[in-house]
């Protein structure tokens, strides 16, 4: 498991750790898909939270990888259509290409946004 928290490391270094725990534990996973994802995660919990808390969680068996990407908001993320005139509308559906399967975990102080990439066999 790899825990790796905004009090400790900026999402540059999240970025960094988690290819390596994906080069490392799982090289049956697209490691620039991963590394890709948990940047949109945690760049949208930096911009979309009063604080920019943020914790990462990695953790992974022989066949599947959860990453787990803590904030304070309540708020889900809300998919909108793409705007290349202003920017931003991307990260959500980005996120949900290159997954397994993506869910918003509500908890008490805030939300966990969980992202899953399953082997093929």
């Given at each position: ?10 999402p ?20 620039d898909?991963v ?27 022989s066949?599947q990888?959860?990453a787990?990407v803590?904030?304070t ?11 290349l ?14 997954t ?22």
């Amino acid at each position: 498991m790899l825990v790796i928290d905004s009090h400790y490391a900026n999402p540059a270094k999240a970025r960094h750790a988690a290819a390596d725990y994906v080069q490392y534990f799982c090289p049956w996973a697209d490691r620039d898909a991963v590394t890709l994802v948990i940047s949109e995660l945690v760049g949208n919990a930096v911009r979309h939270t009063a604080r920019g808390y943020w914790r990462l969680r990695l953790h992974s068996d022989s066949d599947q990888l959860i990453a787990d990407v803590q904030d304070t908001s309540h708020t889900p993320p809300t998919p909108r259509p793409p705007d290349l005139s202003r920017g931003g509308g991307m990260g959500w559906n980005i996120a949900v290409d290159l997954t397994s399967k993506l869910t918003v975990l509500p908890g008490p102080e805030g939300k966990t946004v969980r992202a899953e990439w399953h082997a093929t066999a």
